[in-house]
């Protein structure tokens, strides 16, 4: 009993899946971190060559493509974070670049010069995307964050100056772990886990974090993206967490290859990742629709060469599990919606200078975000191998009947397993797709959401004439909801939902039991709870109003993509 | 280039009606073949006789009754039969097949999942989850990703007499293209890849409600103005109804659309144009159909159509009329005037 005390001081909720640190196999990997950057430098190398060959293209083409993106980059898109000889580095490169071309009579030489230049390029990526992992980082972190976690749950839950000290409300007590978890666990020694979950919050990657030490498991690799590195706190410790750095702006082909290698390599090695296919936070509040599918690719690749060559991790297996987070209420909500109102439709990665710069600003951010919920759920979803089949505990896969199948075949033609890189792309789209197929059905959905959805729904069928930026500047006096008609509709909408849930195309939260009025109130009650305006709340006992509609049409969107508004 | 080294090696075909065995003979010019025939006295007769019911096999073709057997031995097959026994077939396929198979159907019709107590003449509407294109049930129902169609205007008797001919093997994967062409291409016929699996599906599909409508006025002996305004506004509405169900309207204008659409629309060879045909000579359906020995895809296609254009609410005139006559007694002089007098807005506004 006195180990198992001991964990749940340390926050954690299951034994140990790996029990020395030393063992993970993310440890393992930066044991011998020199060694595994040399392997992704070579390994890159490699992969550009190739890709001229397809393309038809020469390294030289491919340099210059990457200097004129980098040199436009640079003054369009300036960071803090930017390293400051990148400037004449690349200055450099392009005098480089001028003096190879005299060496058009000589092929060999020109070729040799060229690799050379790409080699250092990519070795510079390399280190710019390049982590570590630190146990005794690890152990700091875990002791230092459950304690920083309660003492805030307990200050925000407004409990006596006795609990905050005695730490009687856990982390486990607001965020609920559920769905696959046990598998999870089985699974981490029985292949390599790709995790990829939804991105709606900042304190996402933290919550995941958490999460997966909570249970037990051995650190992920994850690759954050660099603007969270301008907080100074995040920093410090994802640089040593195995947090790997993504700079979404440089797009060009060689850091484009060089990540994805470095991603590759690490799943081949064994090590646990995770990615937010998203790329980034949901800007509209609604589920991930479309994937960005170069990281995903990584475990394709990394898939196909554990059968090629001889795999180094546990065994040759990679399992996908996609995980969806429900929060009642999301802190930048209001941002988000304004930026994706503004800018619909245009790919936009830009730096929020005004929620993580300051330590004192991140922890006011995670203070806010956790007094305000009063439920967070991180739901596992059902375990898959790369090609949609689900997997047992043992990580075989099953198709739809049930039988068993053997992924190395996905690879095969006349017996052997072939690259054939346009198949694996093809591969890599159709995961894509079943990921997203996928967040639906693991979508747990909240009180909160529905009274928004059915809120934003009855102003729309209300107003047929008004497309969506009309229906946002409907005045406030138009803004009401008469409680008798709202109750109805949520009853409608309830029982379409408790139907596809015991087809089990959705989750509820075990909330959703209770009588309409209690769910309506809990779902107002909670929905967004933090804002200044509210998206919903009541005018009086019969008048519900929306004092900001943005806010409503963010949380609404969440259960978009279910065909519900057949029933409004 | 086409002719590849891999050639000693067997490829399967399923269904040995007449557009199966025609494709098997065609595939026999290069490579060994294994036709399967559900019925096992049918595959025992062509074994025996090489010959069954006026149709002939290839020396290079040997037949089978087992899918066990045919999936051992062929890692790309061809499945041609009915789309409405393709679900059925693909059960008995389904144990057997593993994720390096390929399959390549040449099947124009669409799997359609009806509501409890429906049948295709009373259901009213369907939506995209109740219908699925052929390469869809494969996904659904086998561990198969890498699935591709074959379709064009591939009139099966004409292939057998060896004239020259084309068709489009398209899938989203370029092996599958590359194994279709290197099975299927000769000197006398062409294979061209196309990436737009879904588009050369429906294309396919969707022609065959044209060729009962030009059987129709075939039979209703109007003559080639007629004909060629039935082609013109068929092709408009394939590209429609396409567009509705997110096709991409490019499909449309090659091999698979209207050089199907023209092939069918003319020729008496086909099953769907002579259904028109009959009908317009005072048959009843349900005459011809009894008396049909391969079933006509394009009857089922009309009544999904309809029920897809309700529920999506897009206008589908032909159909609707064809519709009309086949299973609601309209009579064909009427909905021929009917269409007359529909408003279309534009020559071309499809692209």
């Known amino acids: ?568 | 280039m086409g002719f590849q080294a891999s050639s000693n090696e067997t490829v399967g075909v399923i269904g040995s009606g007449s557009f199966g065995t025609a494709l098997a003979n065609l595939l026999a010019e290069n490579r060994r073949v294994l036709l399967y025939a559900r019925r096992p006295e049918v595959a025992e007769k062509f074994q025996k006789d090489r010959t069954y019911r006026g149709r002939s096999i290839h020396a290079k073709v040997s037949m089978t009754n087992s899918l066990s057997e045919l999936a051992k031995e062929c890692e790309l097959i061809f499945p041609v039969v009915p789309s409405e026994n393709f679900r059925e077939m693909l059960a008995g396929l389904g144990p057997f097949l593993k994720p390096s198979h390929k399959l390549i159907h040449g099947i124009k019709g669409l799997d359609v999942q009806l509501p409890k107590g429906e049948d295709l003449r009373t259901v009213e509407k369907l939506n995209r989850s109740q219908v699925k294109t052929m390469s869809e049930v494969i996904m659904e129902e086998t561990v198969v990703l890498r699935v591709g169609c074959a379709a064009g205007p591939n009139l099966a008797s004409e292939i057998e007499e060896g004239q020259p001919a084309a068709t489009v093997v398209a899938s989203h994967f370029d092996e599958v293209i590359r194994e279709g062409q290197g099975a299927l291409r000769s000197s006398r016929f062409r294979v061209h890849g196309n990436h737009d699996l879904f588009g050369i599906e429906l294309a396919g599909v969707l022609k065959n409600i044209m060729a009962i409508a030009a059987g129709i006025l075939h039979g209703l002996n109007y003559g080639d103005n007629t004909r060629a305004l039935l082609v013109t506004r068929g092709l408009a509405e394939m590209v429609h109804i396409g567009k509705a169900l997110g096709a991409d309207p490019k499909a449309f204008l090659g091999l698979a659309g209207i050089g199907d659409l023209v092939a069918t629309s003319s020729s008496p060879r086909s099953r769907n144009f002579t259904v028109g045909f009959r009908l317009a000579k005072g048959e009843t359906l349900d005459q011809i159909l009894e008396s049909m020995e391969e079933v006509a895809e394009g009857i089922k296609t009309v009544c999904v159509v309809k029920a897809l254009a309700a529920n999506y609410k897009f206008s589908a005139p032909i159909t609707q009329t064809l519709y009309k006559t086949l299973f609601e007694d309209m009579d064909l002089q009427h909905g021929m005037r009917l269409l007359m007098e529909f408003p279309f807005r534009e020559d071309v506004e499809f692209i």
């Open chain 1, 1 to 568: 009993m006195e180990s198992v005390q001991h964990y749940i001081q340390e926050g954690i909720l299951y034994k140990p899946v790996v029990p020395n640190i030393h063992d993970w196999p993310i440890a393992q990997l930066f044991k011998k971190k020199q060694h595994f950057l040399e392997e992704v430098i070579r390994e890159t190398m490699n992969g550009l060559h190739a890709q001229t060959k397809i393309d038809h293209t020469s390294v030289s083409d491919l340099i210059a493509k990457t200097m004129f993106m980098e040199r436009i980059r640079m003054t369009e898109d300036p960071w803090k974070v930017d390293p400051k000889d990148e400037g004449k580095y690349w200055s450099d490169i392009k005098k480089d670049m001028v003096r190879i071309q005299q060496l058009e009579h000589d092929p060999e030489a020109f070729t040799q010069r060229s690799d050379q230049m790409l080699e250092s390029i990519v070795s510079r990526y390399v280190n710019e995307i390049a982590s570590t992992f630190r146990p005794a980082s690890y152990h700091f972190a875990k002791r230092f964050l459950p304690f920083f976690f309660s003492t805030l749950l307990n200050a925000s839950a407004g409990k006596t100056v006795k609990s905050v000290i005695n730490h009687s409300v856990g982390l486990q007590e607001k965020v609920h772990l559920l769905g696959e978890t046990e598998a999870m666990r089985k699974l981490a020694t029985k292949g390599t886990i790709v995790l990829v979950p939804t991105h709606f919050s900042n304190v996402d990657s933290i919550l995941v974090g958490w999460s997966l030490h909570a249970l037990g498991l051995p650190a992920f690799i994850y690759g954050a993206g660099l603007n969270l590195y301008n907080s100074a706190i995040l920093a410090y410790f994802m640089k040593r967490l195995g947090a790997y750095k993504v700079d979404r702006r440089k797009k060009n082909p060689i850091y484009r290859q060089t990540l994805n290698t470095y991603s590759t390599i690490s799943i081949l090695e064994g090590v646990h990742s995770l990615f937010f296919p998203g790329g980034t936070r949901s800007r509209s509040g609604m589920i991930e629709k479309k994937l960005k599918l170069g990281l995903l690719g990584t475990a394709i690749e990394a898939q196909k060469r554990n059968f090629l060559a001889p795999p180094r991790g546990v065994s040759e297996k990679i399992f996908v599990v996609p995980m969806v987070m429900s929060y009642h209420f999301v802190l930048e909500a209001a941002s988000l919606i304004n930026q994706h109102l503004t800018f619909t439709g245009q790919e936009q990665y830009y730096i929020n200078n005004d929620e993580f710069a300051s330590y004192r600003k991140f922890l006011k951010f995670i203070w806010t975000t956790f007094s305000a919920s009063s439920e967070i759920a991180l739901s596992f979803g059902k375990p898959m191998d790369l090609f949609g089949n689900f997997v047992d505990e043992n990580g075989n896969s099953f198709d739809n009947h049930g039988r068993r199948v053997d992924i190395k075949s996905y690879f095969m033609t006349r017996g052997e397993v072939k690259e054939d890189w346009q198949r694996d792309a093809e591969y890599t789209r159709m995961l894509g797709d079943k990921i997203v197929e996928r967040y639906h059905v693991e979508n747990r959905v909240f009180s909160s959401h529905i009274v928004a959805f059915v809120a934003y729904q009855m102003l729309k069928k209300r107003n047929p004439e008004l497309d969506l930026y009309g229906i946002l500047r409907i005045p406030p006096e138009e803004r009401t909801l008469d409680m008798g008609e709202y109750r109805k509709t949520i009853e409608r909408v309830l029982e379409r939902l408790r139907n596809m849930a015991d087809q089990g195309k959705v989750h509820l939260a075990t909330h959703l039991v209770n009588d309409v009025q209690t769910i309506i109130e809990h779902g107002v009650q909670n929905l967004g709870i933090y804002h200044a305006q509210r998206p919903l709340s009541f005018q009086d006992s019969q008048t519900l109003v929306s004092e900001n509609i943005n806010l409503l049409y963010y949380y609404h969107n969440r259960l978009e993509g279910y065909g519900l508004s057949s029933v409004i």
